[in-house]
């Protein structure tokens, strides 16, 4: 799977922005797709993920009641709608995808997962 990440930006705080994240090459079926940023000099940390069988999903607390995501069969797409963003949000946004057979247990554990986009960044201004 090849995994294409877009939507990212330069916003003012308390604004929103869609990520979208695409695969080729097969579909996401089958596999648990997850988000993860990395801030400048910090470590890559878990964001969000959904299961692409029934749309169960799973956030961190930091963006749980402001981030959502959902998932488009026909265009094999995750969006990770990102609302009331803060200046902490900024980081390079990176999607992910794991086989859900995996388990639901290693969703936040970014070595667990299979196949990387190439990310993209989101800056929040104050």
């Known amino acids: 799977v090849q995994l294409q990440a877009s939507g990212g930006g330069t916003v003012q705080?308390?604004?929103?922005?869609?990520?979208?994240?695409?695969?080729?090459?097969?579909?996401?079926?089958?596999?648990?797709?997850?988000?993860?940023?990395?801030?400048?000099?910090?470590?890559?940390?878990?964001?969000?993920?959904?299961?692409?069988?029934?749309e169960l999903t799973y956030y961190a607390d930091s963006v749980k009641g402001r981030f959502t995501l959902?998932?488009?069969?026909?265009?094999?797409?995750?969006?990770?709608?990102?609302?009331s963003l803060k200046p902490e949000d900024?980081?390079?946004?990176?999607?992910?995808?794991i086989e859900s057979r995996a388990g639901w247990s290693v969703i936040t554990y970014q070595n667990r997962y299979n196949y990387w986009g190439q990310g993209t960044e989101v800056t929040v201004s104050s």
């Open 90 to 97: 900024t980081a390079v946004y990176y999607c992910g995808a």
């Open 70 to 83: 959902s998932r488009d069969n026909a265009r094999n797409s995750v969006y990770l709608q990102m609302n």
């Open 13 to 54: 705080a308390g604004a929103s922005l869609r990520l979208s994240c695409a695969a080729s090459g097969r579909t996401f079926s089958g596999h648990t797709v997850g988000w993860f940023r990395q801030a400048p000099g910090k470590e890559r940390d878990f964001v969000a993920a959904i299961r692409w069988r029934d």
